[in-house]
Protein backbone atom coordinates (compact mmCIF):
# COMPACT_ATOMS: atom_id res chain seq x y z
CA UNK A 1 0.00 0.00 0.00
CA UNK A 2 1.15 3.48 -1.33
CA UNK A 3 2.21 5.29 2.54
CA UNK A 4 -0.50 7.89 3.41
CA UNK A 5 2.73 10.25 4.08
CA UNK A 6 4.06 9.95 0.68
CA UNK A 7 1.11 12.29 -1.17
CA UNK A 8 0.68 15.19 1.06
CA UNK A 9 0.44 18.54 0.47
CA UNK A 10 -0.49 21.74 2.58
CA UNK A 11 -3.76 23.15 1.80
CA UNK A 12 -5.48 25.46 4.10
CA UNK A 13 -3.75 28.05 6.13
CA UNK A 14 -3.59 27.40 9.57
CA UNK A 15 -6.60 29.52 10.76
CA UNK A 16 -9.06 28.38 8.11
CA UNK A 17 -12.20 26.89 10.22
CA UNK A 18 -13.03 23.73 9.33
CA UNK A 19 -15.73 21.26 9.58
CA UNK A 20 -15.56 17.31 10.69
CA UNK A 21 -18.62 15.58 10.27
CA UNK A 22 -17.82 12.04 10.32
CA UNK A 23 -16.34 10.94 13.79
CA UNK A 24 -16.73 8.75 15.91
CA UNK A 25 -16.47 9.20 20.17
CA UNK A 26 -15.09 5.82 20.00
CA UNK A 27 -12.35 6.67 17.69
CA UNK A 28 -11.25 10.51 18.29
CA UNK A 29 -10.62 11.15 22.06
CA UNK A 30 -6.99 11.40 23.31
CA UNK A 31 -5.39 8.05 24.38
CA UNK A 32 -4.15 9.67 27.63
CA UNK A 33 -7.89 10.72 28.56
CA UNK A 34 -9.17 7.14 27.49
CA UNK A 35 -6.38 5.93 29.99
CA UNK A 36 -6.92 7.80 32.63
CA UNK A 37 -10.89 7.58 32.09
CA UNK A 38 -10.48 4.04 32.52
CA UNK A 39 -8.45 4.12 35.37
CA UNK A 40 -10.86 6.67 37.37
CA UNK A 41 -13.48 4.22 36.97
CA UNK A 42 -11.87 0.50 37.11
CA UNK A 43 -12.43 -0.42 33.61
CA UNK A 44 -9.99 -3.12 33.31
CA UNK A 45 -8.10 -2.79 29.83
CA UNK A 46 -6.28 -5.62 29.54
CA UNK A 47 -2.78 -4.45 29.76
CA UNK A 48 -0.62 -3.25 32.44
CA UNK A 49 1.48 -0.19 30.40
CA UNK A 50 0.17 2.72 28.65
CA UNK A 51 2.16 2.71 25.80
CA UNK A 52 0.49 -1.44 25.18
CA UNK A 53 -2.75 0.58 25.44
CA UNK A 54 -1.50 3.07 22.99
CA UNK A 55 -1.35 0.50 20.26
CA UNK A 56 -4.42 -1.73 21.23
CA UNK A 57 -6.21 1.36 20.61
CA UNK A 58 -5.15 2.96 17.47
CA UNK A 59 -5.09 1.26 14.18
CA UNK A 60 -1.38 -0.07 12.94
CA UNK A 61 0.15 2.53 10.13
CA UNK A 62 -0.24 -0.93 7.99
CA UNK A 63 -3.77 -1.20 8.15
CA UNK A 64 -6.20 -4.15 9.13
CA UNK A 65 -7.59 -6.97 7.24
CA UNK A 66 -11.29 -5.20 7.20
CA UNK A 67 -13.82 -3.87 9.14
CA UNK A 68 -13.66 -6.63 12.14
CA UNK A 69 -10.50 -5.85 13.71
CA UNK A 70 -11.94 -1.91 14.11
CA UNK A 71 -15.07 -3.10 15.79
CA UNK A 72 -12.65 -4.87 18.53
CA UNK A 73 -10.96 -1.61 18.84
CA UNK A 74 -14.40 0.00 19.34
CA UNK A 75 -15.75 -2.77 22.29
CA UNK A 76 -12.76 -1.74 24.02
CA UNK A 77 -13.25 2.15 23.87
CA UNK A 78 -16.85 2.21 24.31
CA UNK A 79 -16.97 0.10 27.47
CA UNK A 80 -14.21 2.35 28.87
CA UNK A 81 -17.02 5.25 27.56
CA UNK A 82 -19.86 3.96 29.51
CA UNK A 83 -20.74 6.44 32.08
CA UNK A 84 -22.36 9.42 31.44
CA UNK A 85 -19.15 11.13 33.64
CA UNK A 86 -16.82 9.39 30.95
CA UNK A 87 -19.29 10.21 28.12
CA UNK A 88 -18.92 14.08 29.05
CA UNK A 89 -15.59 13.89 29.47
CA UNK A 90 -15.00 12.33 26.07
CA UNK A 91 -17.44 14.70 24.14
CA UNK A 92 -16.03 17.73 25.62
CA UNK A 93 -12.77 16.51 24.78
CA UNK A 94 -13.17 15.65 21.17
CA UNK A 95 -14.97 19.30 20.58
CA UNK A 96 -12.08 21.38 22.78
CA UNK A 97 -9.44 19.58 20.97
CA UNK A 98 -10.72 19.53 17.59
CA UNK A 99 -10.86 23.36 17.97
CA UNK A 100 -7.36 23.74 19.53
CA UNK A 101 -5.53 21.03 17.56
CA UNK A 102 -7.16 21.91 14.13
CA UNK A 103 -9.68 24.34 14.33
CA UNK A 104 -12.45 22.74 13.71
CA UNK A 105 -15.48 25.03 14.26
CA UNK A 106 -17.91 22.43 13.12
CA UNK A 107 -18.11 19.24 14.04
CA UNK A 108 -21.02 16.73 14.64
CA UNK A 109 -19.85 14.16 17.70
CA UNK A 110 -21.49 10.55 16.93
CA UNK A 111 -21.46 7.86 19.38
CA UNK A 112 -24.12 4.74 20.48
CA UNK A 113 -25.71 5.78 23.06
CA UNK A 114 -27.10 1.84 24.23
CA UNK A 115 -23.20 0.85 23.76
CA UNK A 116 -22.26 3.09 26.88
CA UNK A 117 -24.84 1.91 29.64
CA UNK A 118 -23.35 -1.01 30.80
CA UNK A 119 -25.89 -3.14 28.75
CA UNK A 120 -28.60 -1.54 30.23
CA UNK A 121 -27.46 -0.58 33.81
CA UNK A 122 -27.47 2.87 33.23
CA UNK A 123 -30.63 4.72 31.98
CA UNK A 124 -30.00 6.19 28.36
CA UNK A 125 -31.22 9.51 29.19
CA UNK A 126 -28.67 10.06 31.67
CA UNK A 127 -25.97 9.33 28.77
CA UNK A 128 -27.44 11.41 26.51
CA UNK A 129 -27.34 14.22 28.56
CA UNK A 130 -24.19 14.10 29.72
CA UNK A 131 -23.43 14.07 26.06
CA UNK A 132 -25.56 17.33 25.74
CA UNK A 133 -24.13 18.63 28.29
CA UNK A 134 -20.22 18.75 27.11
CA UNK A 135 -22.01 20.50 23.67
CA UNK A 136 -23.23 23.17 26.31
CA UNK A 137 -19.75 23.60 28.04
CA UNK A 138 -17.62 23.57 25.11
CA UNK A 139 -19.82 26.19 23.62
CA UNK A 140 -19.12 28.86 26.27
CA UNK A 141 -15.26 27.55 26.63
CA UNK A 142 -15.33 28.03 22.82
CA UNK A 143 -17.61 30.24 21.46
CA UNK A 144 -16.73 29.62 18.02
CA UNK A 145 -17.42 26.12 17.29
CA UNK A 146 -21.05 24.98 16.74
CA UNK A 147 -21.42 21.49 17.81
CA UNK A 148 -24.30 18.77 17.63
CA UNK A 149 -24.89 14.89 18.82
CA UNK A 150 -25.64 12.37 16.49
CA UNK A 151 -27.12 8.92 18.08
CA UNK A 152 -25.86 5.74 16.50
CA UNK A 153 -28.63 2.71 16.08
CA UNK A 154 -26.70 -0.19 15.45
CA UNK A 155 -27.58 -3.38 12.79
CA UNK A 156 -26.70 -5.76 15.65
CA UNK A 157 -29.58 -4.69 17.80
CA UNK A 158 -33.16 -5.41 17.54
CA UNK A 159 -35.44 -2.91 15.21
CA UNK A 160 -37.22 -2.50 19.13
CA UNK A 161 -33.84 -1.33 20.49
CA UNK A 162 -32.67 1.14 17.58
CA UNK A 163 -36.48 2.72 17.58
CA UNK A 164 -35.44 3.89 21.19
CA UNK A 165 -32.37 5.48 20.15
CA UNK A 166 -34.40 7.35 17.46
CA UNK A 167 -36.98 8.02 20.18
CA UNK A 168 -34.23 9.92 22.23
CA UNK A 169 -32.49 11.72 19.64
CA UNK A 170 -36.13 13.46 19.13
CA UNK A 171 -36.43 13.56 22.77
CA UNK A 172 -33.30 15.66 23.11
CA UNK A 173 -33.54 17.05 20.07
CA UNK A 174 -33.37 20.87 21.71
CA UNK A 175 -30.41 20.12 23.69
CA UNK A 176 -28.02 19.14 21.52
CA UNK A 177 -29.44 16.12 19.73
CA UNK A 178 -29.01 16.96 16.11
CA UNK A 179 -29.15 13.82 14.20
CA UNK A 180 -29.57 9.73 13.88
CA UNK A 181 -26.98 7.04 12.65
CA UNK A 182 -26.99 3.59 11.52
CA UNK A 183 -24.03 1.90 11.29
CA UNK A 184 -22.28 -1.77 12.74
CA UNK A 185 -21.48 -4.81 11.32
CA UNK A 186 -23.57 -6.00 8.37
CA UNK A 187 -25.44 -9.22 8.45
CA UNK A 188 -23.17 -12.18 7.18
CA UNK A 189 -24.48 -14.00 5.47
CA UNK A 190 -27.78 -12.38 4.25
CA UNK A 191 -28.86 -8.78 3.94
CA UNK A 192 -29.88 -6.00 6.37
CA UNK A 193 -33.38 -5.29 6.41
CA UNK A 194 -33.37 -1.24 6.26
CA UNK A 195 -37.02 -1.02 5.38
CA UNK A 196 -37.97 -2.16 8.81
CA UNK A 197 -36.85 0.94 9.93
CA UNK A 198 -38.14 2.87 7.50
CA UNK A 199 -41.33 4.59 10.13
CA UNK A 200 -39.00 5.54 12.95
CA UNK A 201 -36.43 7.51 10.70
CA UNK A 202 -39.37 8.92 8.77
CA UNK A 203 -40.22 10.26 12.24
CA UNK A 204 -36.66 11.46 12.97
CA UNK A 205 -37.28 13.48 9.51
CA UNK A 206 -40.83 14.85 10.47
CA UNK A 207 -38.87 16.33 13.96
CA UNK A 208 -36.59 17.86 11.61
CA UNK A 209 -33.50 15.07 12.66
CA UNK A 210 -30.64 14.85 10.63
CA UNK A 211 -30.43 11.43 9.08
CA UNK A 212 -27.29 9.72 8.22
CA UNK A 213 -26.27 5.96 7.30
CA UNK A 214 -23.36 4.08 7.27
CA UNK A 215 -23.15 1.95 4.10
CA UNK A 216 -20.89 1.14 1.01
CA UNK A 217 -17.72 0.80 2.68
CA UNK A 218 -18.22 -3.10 2.60
CA UNK A 219 -20.82 -5.57 0.75
CA UNK A 220 -22.57 -4.73 -2.48
CA UNK A 221 -22.95 -1.32 -4.00
CA UNK A 222 -26.63 -1.70 -4.88
CA UNK A 223 -27.47 -1.45 -0.39
CA UNK A 224 -26.66 2.37 -1.03
CA UNK A 225 -29.54 2.43 -3.34
CA UNK A 226 -31.65 0.57 -0.84
CA UNK A 227 -30.50 2.82 2.05
CA UNK A 228 -31.48 5.80 -0.31
CA UNK A 229 -35.05 4.97 -0.74
CA UNK A 230 -36.03 2.93 2.25
CA UNK A 231 -34.26 5.58 4.84
CA UNK A 232 -33.98 8.74 2.81
CA UNK A 233 -30.85 10.01 4.68
CA UNK A 234 -29.27 13.38 4.01
CA UNK A 235 -26.22 11.97 3.76
CA UNK A 236 -24.05 8.66 3.75
CA UNK A 237 -21.26 7.66 5.63
CA UNK A 238 -18.66 6.22 3.34
CA UNK A 239 -20.56 5.19 0.39
CA UNK A 240 -17.39 4.67 -1.65
CA UNK A 241 -18.26 1.64 -3.53
CA UNK A 242 -21.22 3.67 -5.25
CA UNK A 243 -18.12 4.26 -7.59
CA UNK A 244 -18.78 0.58 -8.87
CA UNK A 245 -22.27 1.06 -10.02
CA UNK A 246 -23.30 4.12 -12.00
CA UNK A 247 -26.66 3.41 -11.67
CA UNK A 248 -26.62 3.42 -7.96
CA UNK A 249 -24.12 6.36 -8.08
CA UNK A 250 -26.74 8.43 -10.14
CA UNK A 251 -29.54 7.46 -7.38
CA UNK A 252 -27.69 9.27 -4.54
CA UNK A 253 -26.72 12.22 -6.58
CA UNK A 254 -30.22 12.73 -7.76
CA UNK A 255 -31.78 12.55 -4.32
CA UNK A 256 -29.11 14.88 -3.00
CA UNK A 257 -27.24 13.32 -0.64
CA UNK A 258 -23.79 14.22 0.43
CA UNK A 259 -21.42 11.59 1.06
CA UNK A 260 -18.77 11.41 4.26
CA UNK A 261 -15.64 10.16 2.67
CA UNK A 262 -12.92 9.04 5.06
CA UNK A 263 -9.79 8.19 3.07
CA UNK A 264 -7.35 7.73 5.80
CA UNK A 265 -9.91 5.11 7.34
CA UNK A 266 -10.62 3.65 3.70
CA UNK A 267 -6.74 2.55 3.31
CA UNK A 268 -6.53 1.78 7.04
CA UNK A 269 -9.31 -0.56 6.59
CA UNK A 270 -8.75 -1.81 3.12
CA UNK A 271 -11.70 -0.44 1.43
CA UNK A 272 -8.79 0.55 -1.29
CA UNK A 273 -5.48 -1.18 -1.53
CA UNK A 274 -3.90 1.94 -2.54
CA UNK A 275 -3.78 5.71 -2.94
CA UNK A 276 -4.29 4.94 -6.41
CA UNK A 277 -7.00 3.28 -6.26
CA UNK A 278 -8.94 5.50 -3.69
CA UNK A 279 -8.13 8.30 -5.88
CA UNK A 280 -9.56 6.59 -9.26
CA UNK A 281 -12.87 5.68 -6.79
CA UNK A 282 -12.85 9.29 -5.70
CA UNK A 283 -12.24 10.72 -8.77
CA UNK A 284 -14.87 9.28 -10.98
CA UNK A 285 -17.57 9.84 -8.18
CA UNK A 286 -16.87 13.47 -8.79
CA UNK A 287 -16.70 13.40 -12.38
CA UNK A 288 -20.62 12.20 -12.47
CA UNK A 289 -21.49 14.76 -10.25
CA UNK A 290 -21.37 13.29 -6.24
CA UNK A 291 -21.24 16.00 -3.48
CA UNK A 292 -18.45 14.84 -0.86
CA UNK A 293 -17.42 16.07 2.13
CA UNK A 294 -14.23 14.82 4.24
CA UNK A 295 -13.40 13.50 7.95
CA UNK A 296 -11.44 11.68 9.89
CA UNK A 297 -13.88 8.72 10.90
CA UNK A 298 -11.99 8.97 14.23
CA UNK A 299 -8.69 11.00 14.45
CA UNK A 300 -6.94 9.14 17.70
CA UNK A 301 -7.80 5.96 16.33
CA UNK A 302 -6.72 6.37 12.57
CA UNK A 303 -3.50 8.12 13.21
CA UNK A 304 -4.70 11.42 11.07
CA UNK A 305 -5.90 14.66 11.61
CA UNK A 306 -8.51 16.24 9.36
CA UNK A 307 -5.96 18.56 7.77
CA UNK A 308 -3.83 15.82 6.25
CA UNK A 309 -7.04 14.12 5.27
CA UNK A 310 -7.18 16.90 2.56
CA UNK A 311 -3.29 17.09 2.12
CA UNK A 312 -4.14 13.71 1.25
CA UNK A 313 -6.53 14.14 -1.42
CA UNK A 314 -4.99 17.34 -3.13
CA UNK A 315 -1.53 15.02 -3.16
CA UNK A 316 -3.65 12.15 -5.08
CA UNK A 317 -5.37 14.64 -7.57
CA UNK A 318 -8.32 13.48 -6.23
CA UNK A 319 -8.83 17.58 -5.47
CA UNK A 320 -6.71 21.22 -6.04
CA UNK A 321 -6.98 23.65 -3.58
CA UNK A 322 -9.81 25.02 -4.94
CA UNK A 323 -12.41 21.93 -4.91
CA UNK A 324 -10.55 21.31 -1.31
CA UNK A 325 -11.86 24.15 -0.03
CA UNK A 326 -15.27 23.71 -1.70
CA UNK A 327 -15.63 20.46 -0.22
CA UNK A 328 -14.48 22.13 3.00
CA UNK A 329 -17.69 24.86 2.47
CA UNK A 330 -20.10 22.27 1.65
CA UNK A 331 -18.86 20.39 5.37
CA UNK A 332 -20.56 23.49 7.02
CA UNK A 333 -23.18 23.79 4.84
CA UNK A 334 -24.44 20.67 5.67
CA UNK A 335 -23.85 19.99 9.15
CA UNK A 336 -26.88 19.72 11.54
CA UNK A 337 -25.40 21.36 13.94
CA UNK A 338 -27.08 24.90 14.54
CA UNK A 339 -25.59 27.96 13.82
CA UNK A 340 -22.82 28.93 16.58
CA UNK A 341 -25.84 31.19 19.63
Known amino acids: MTRIS ?30 EIAHATGVATGVGDYWEFEARVAVPDEGVDGLDPLDDIYHLTERIQS ?35 RSAEI ?10 RAVDRAAIEYPAVRAGVVLMCDRTFSPELNEIIVDKAIRWSDRGVVGIDLGGPRPHPGRYDYAGHAASFAEAHAADVGV ?7 GDPDEIGEVVEALRPHRIGHGVLAHRDRSVLQTVIDAGVVFEWCPTSNLRTGVFDSVDELSDAYGSMLAAGARAT ?5 PEMMRTQLRDEYALLVGAGVFDADAARAANALAHDVSFAPPVR
Open 6 to 35: EVSADVFDPTEPLAELHTHLGGSVPTHILW
Open 83 to 117: SPDAVERAVHALISGGYRKQRITTVEVRFNPAKRN
Open 123 to 132: DLDHVVLAAC
Open 212 to 218: TVHCGED
Open 294 to 298: VSTDG
